[in-house]
C-alpha cells in the first residue's frame, strides 16, 4: 500500500546495501533524484540492472555504489561512453563492477517474466552471437511442440524497483504516459517499489486503458518536481541535452568526477537543492 | 571528394536510397535514424519508422538526440510499452528493414558493440548490445550504416553481437536464422554488399571521387570489389537541400552537437 | 495495409472454408456483424477459436460452419448454456464438433505467444486439474534455470482473426478502448485480419498509450455501425441484455433456431437489415 | 427457515463477510460477484475487485451481467488488457482472495466446471474452465460460494476443472501448489472448511433454521460436522437492506434477471 513519503525516508526504507536494484526509464523519465539520494545516503554494494544505464548509473557507479550491473546498452546517449562506467569495468575503479550483459529484447522478456512470476523468459534471440557462448545465463530450451530450439534466460525480480512518474493521486495511484519503457514490468516484477511523481493530484483523470500502477502495488509514493532531469517528463519538461553533452567532460576523469559529485551531490541535502546547485553552475557559465 | 557534398553527405543519402517506400523499418540511432528520417522526407513519406523505446510510426521534425526523445512520441500512431516493441513488433516478425549502425564489423558483415579484447578483460568496453541481436535475426532484412576505416572494418571480431552471416556461405540460414540479414553496408567510401556464394561483403558502389585504393586502405581485410562494382549516383540536390536542411533543423533544436549526424 | 471494403467483401477475401478463425470480444465489442455474414456466406468447416464463446459462435455453430472449436469458457454469460454448442457437443447436430479446451489464462498467453511470434506459451496452469492427462495440448516444460515444472501450451496462430472496435481513421488506423480483451493479441496472432468499426473519422484524436492497431496490421476495415450488437460498444450503445434472455429460448431447440437464423440472417442482406428485422420483431412484442 | 431472509440472502452475506478490507480480490460472475459487490458496500470498501476482462479496482453501481459490463470499466481505476490480468496480477501473485463458484464440487473441494459423464462423450457440457484453474492455484486463497445439493455436491467429479485439496491431506503441497486453496465453501445451507489434518469439507456453522439432517441430504458424500460447528449468525439489518438495495438497483437497471442474485 502506497506511502506518501519524501524520498530520502523511502530510499532508508526501502534500499539497503547489497540489494538488487532497478531504476528504470528509457530514455525518458529517468529516476535521477531517486540515484542521487542513494549515493548520498552511501549505499554499497548494490547489483544494479537496467536496460539503458546512463548518466545516473554512471555516477552511481562512479560513487562506488555498485557491485554489479545488469543492463543491454550503456551509454550516454547521442553523446558516447559512460566513461565512470568503463573505468569500473576496465580498471575496477573505484570498485570492480561485475556484469551480466544482456540483449534489449532478453532484458525486456525477462522483466516481462519477472512481472509475470516466471523464474524465465523464451524468445528468438542471439542465435549466431557470442552470447551464448560467454554468457552463461543464455541457455536454450525446446519447444515440446515443434522441437524448435529458443533461448532462455532468467526473469528479473528485483528486491526494489525505482522509477519517476508524471502524476499520483492521494491514495498513490500513479499515472505515467509517454515513452513507457519497461517501468510497469519493473515495478510489477519487484518486491518494493519506490515512485518519484511530479505532481500530486486529487484525481489522476486519465483515460481510458493508461498506463497506472494502483496504489496497493506501490510502496513509497514521493513527490519530487523535475526529478527526472536532466532527463525529461512528458507534459512537465524538456530533455537537457546541453547536461549530457557536459557529462562528457565532467565524468572523464575521476578528479573532476569527484569534485562534481561532492559539490552538486554528497553537499547537497536534496534533489531541490542539487536544482539550485546545478542552476547557478549554469547561469555562471552563460555569463562566462 | 567533388565539391558540393561531405563524405558523410554521400553516405546518409546512399543509406536513405535503400529504404523503400511504405517499409516498415526498425530504427538505431545516431546515422541510421538520420538515413531512415530523410527517406521518409524524400521518396518514402509512408516508410514507418518503429523505434525501440516504444513509438511506432513517428515523423519527428528534427532528428531525436536520444531513442526515446519526446518528439518520437508526439508524432507516432501510437507507443507502446518497449517489450511490446520486441515481443509484438520485432520478433512478431513486422519488421521489414532493421537499420544498424556498427563499431566493428568484418568481413561477412557480422557486427560488434559490445567490446574490444578479451571479454572479461576487455580494452575498450562499449556500450552493448542494444537491440541490435534480435533487430538482426528477426527483421526481413538489415541495413548497415558506418564510417569506413581500419578500425571498424576487422579481419577478426572479437564478440559477434549481430549475426551477419556467421563464417559465410549458407551459415546463416544452416543457424536457423529467418531474416535475409545484412543486404547493404553503406560507407562513406562505398556501398558494399554480400556475394551471392560466398556472403562476403562485396564492393558494389565506389562513391565519386574514392578510389579503391582508399577503401583497401580503410578495410581491415583485403577487400573483393565485385565485377560490375560501379560508381555511386551522386547526392541530388533535392536530397542535399533536405538532409542539410534537416540537419539545421536538428541543431537549431537541440543545441549543435554533431552527433545526430 | 488496411482497405476499406463491405464487410461481405472483407469476409469473401479474407476467410475461407476450413480456415483457423479467431472472433474475440470479452463480452465487449464482439464482433456479431461478421459473424452473421459469415454464416450468410455458408462457409463450413471453420477451426474457430475465442476465450469466450458465445452467442456468435452458438449461431455459427447451429449454421454450420464449425468444425472445431477451440475455448476457455462457452455460455451465455449472465444466462446459462450455449444449447447449440452444447447440441453439437453431446449429439453432433449439425455437424460433429471437435473441442480443443484451454483455460482463460493459457489462451490469453497462447495469444500472447502468437502475437509474439512463438511457438508456445509457458505458464503457471492446470496443476492438479484433469486437463494434463485429459487434454493433449497441455504439456510441461522444465526451467533451465531452477529446474521448476510449469505448463506449456501450443501458441494460437489463426488464418484471421475478426474484431471489432470504436473507430478508424482513413489509412485504417484502429482505435479501441475499455474492456480491452485479448483483440490486439489476436490480430497480431493471425496471418490476416478484418476490423469492424462503429465511426470512421479523419483523426483518431487518440490520448497517449491508446491501444491502436495500425493499418498496416489490418487487411480490411469495415464500417459496420452496432455491429457489436447485441454486445455493447464503450462510448457508443449499451448491451441489450434482453435479447441475450431471449437467445435462450430461442436456441433451446433446433426448429426456433433454425427459424430464427432463417428469418434473421440467412434471409436479410446485411447487418443493417438484421438490425431492422430485429428491431421490428421486438416493438411487435412491447406492443403485445 | 426464519422468517425475515431466505436462504440464498444469507448464503451471499455470509461469504461478504468472509472478504476482509483492503483483500484484492479476483472475482468471479453471478454469486462471487454479488457477494464481493456487497462486502466492498459494508465492511470492506477498500477491497480491490478484479475482474478477469481487465478492470482493477472495478466499483460498479449495480451488478454486472457479464464479466465485462461497461460499468465496471468506468469504475475501476484502471483498465488492462486480459492477458496482462492473467500474467502480471493473478499469476503474479497479487491477489488474495480468488471468489469462485462452482457447478460440482467434491469433498477435498475439488471444483468441476467442464462436463458430466465421459469427458469424450459428455452427458452435460458445462461451460468449462474460464479462470477457474489459474485462479484456484495463484491466488493467496479462496473462497467458493455455491448452492448445494446432491447435484452440485458429489462423491466423485468427472473432471478436475480447478484444483482444491486434490486427495486430501497434504496433496495440494505435494502437487507444488503454492495458494492456500480453500479456505470456505458458503453454501445456502452452511458454511464448510477444510479439516485442517485430512482437508476434507467439514460443515463449521450451519445456518439458522437448518438442520443437519437436511445438509446429509443435500450433500454427496457422508459428510461430517466439525466438534465446534455453530450457527451461522443471521443477516443483519444493515446487510440485508444492503443487499437488496443493490439487487433492486440490478433488477432496475439490467431488467430482472434472477441471475446476478
Known amino acids: 500500500m502506497a506511502q506518501w513519503s519524501s524520498l530520502s525516508e523511502a530510499i532508508a526504507a526501502h534500499v539497503h546495501d547489497g540489494d538488487f536494484v532497478a531504476l528504470e526509464g528509457f530514455t525518458h523519465l529517468i529516476p535521477f533524484a531517486a540515484g542521487h539520494e542513494i549515493i548520498r545516503q552511501g549505499r554499497r554494494g548494490l547489483a544494479l540492472v537496467r536496460m539503458t544505464p546512463d548518466l545516473i548509473h554512471d555516477q552511481m557507479i562512479g560513487a562506488g555504489c555498485a557491485a554489479k550491473l545488469t543492463f543491454s546498452w550503456g551509454g550516454n546517449p547521442g553523446v558516447g561512453s559512460l566513461h565512470r562506467f568503463r573505468d569500473a569495468v576496465e580498471n575496477g575503479w573505484p570498485a570492480p563492477l561485475a556484469i551480466e550483459e544482456r540483449s534489449h529484447s532478453d532484458l525486456a522478456n525477462a522483466y516481462v517474466a519477472g512481472a509475470a512470476n516466471l523464474p524465465f523468459a523464451v524468445l528468438r534471440g542471439y542465435v549466431g552471437s557470442s552470447f551464448e557462448p560467454m554468457c552463461p545465463h543464455v541457455r536454450s530450451i525446446v519447444c515440446p511442440f515443434t522441437g524448435e530450439r529458443l533461448a532462455a534466460t532468467p526473469s528479473i525480480r528485483p528486491d526494489v524497483a525505482i522509477v519517476h512518474a508524471q502524476k499520483a493521486d492521494h491514495k498513490g495511484n500513479v499515472l505515467l504516459w509517454g515513452i513507457l519503457g519497461v517501468q510497469k514490468e519493473a515495478v510489477l516484477a519487484a518486491k518494493r517499489s519506490i515512485v518519484t511523481v511530479e505532481e500530486r493530484v486529487k484525481s489522476l483523470d486519465a483515460p481510458a486503458n493508461a498506463c497506472i500502477l494502483p496504489g496497493w502495488v506501490v510502496d513509497a509514493v514521493c513527490l519530487v518536481p523535475r526529478g527526472a532531469a536532466p532527463s525529461y517528463a512528458h507534459g512537465y519538461y524538456d530533455r537537457d541535452n546541453a547536461f549530457y553533452l557536459r557529462w562528457d567532460a565532467i565524468s572523464r576523469e575521476r578528479e573532476s568526477f569527484r569534485a562534481w559529485l561532492k559539490e552538486h551531490v554528497l553537499d547537497t541535502a536534496d534533489f531541490a537543492e542539487y536544482l539550485r546547485v546545478l542552476a547557478g553552475k549554469s547561469s555562471q557559465e552563460a555569463v562566462r | 571528394m567533388p565539391a558540393g ?257
Chains 1, 3 share one sequence.
Open chain 2, 5 to 261: 557534398f561531405t563524405s558523410d553527405e554521400i553516405m546518409t543519402v546512399s543509406a536513405a536510397r535503400m529504404l523503400r517506400n511504405g517499409a516498415i523499418c526498425f530504427v538505431g540511432i545516431g546515422l541510421p535514424s538520420t538515413a531512415a528520417n530523410l527517406a521518409r522526407l524524400l521518396h518514402a513519406p509512408d516508410a514507418v519508422l518503429i523505434y525501440e523505446s516504444g513509438p511506432i510510426g513517428a515523423r519527428p521534425a528534427v532528428l531525436p538526440l536520444s531513442i526515446g526523445d519526446g518528439s518520437l512520441a508526439e508524432t507516432a500512431d501510437t507507443v507502446v510499452s518497449t517489450p511490446e516493441i520486441f515481443r509484438y513488433w520485432l520478433q512478431g516478425g513486422r519488421v521489414d528493414t532493421g537499420f544498424l549502425g556498427a563499431a566493428q564489423l568484418d568481413r561477412f558483415a557480422n557486427i560488434n558493440t559490445t567490446v574490444i579484447g578479451d571479454y572479461h578483460k576487455p580494452d575498450v568496453r562499449l556500450p552493448g548490445a542494444g537491440g541490435a541481436p534480435e533487430i538482426g535475426i528477426s527483421a526481413k532484412e538489415v541495413l548497415v550504416i558506418v564510417k569506413q576505416s581500419r578500425r571498424s572494418f576487422v579481419e577478426k571480431l572479437d564478440f559477434i553481437t549481430s549475426a551477419g552471416f556467421l563464417t559465410g556461405g549458407d551459415a546463416r540460414e544452416r543457424a536457423g536464422i529467418r531474416g535475409k540479414g545484412p543486404i547493404a553496408v553503406i560507407t562513406d567510401l562505398c556501398i558494399l554488399r554480400p556475394d551471392r556464394e560466398t556472403r562476403e561483403l562485396t564492393v558494389s558502389s565506389i562513391h565519386p571521387g574514392i578510389t579503391r585504393e582508399q577503401i583497401r586502405a580503410n578495410t581491415g581485410w583485403e577487400v573483393r570489389f565485385s565485377d560490375d562494382c560501379g560508381t555511386t549516383e551522386p547526392p541530388g540536390e533535392e536530397e542535399l537541400a533536405t538532409l542539410r536542411d534537416l540537419l539545421a533543423r536538428t541543431a537549431k533544436a537541440h543545441g549543435a552537437t554533431g552527433v545526430a549526424a
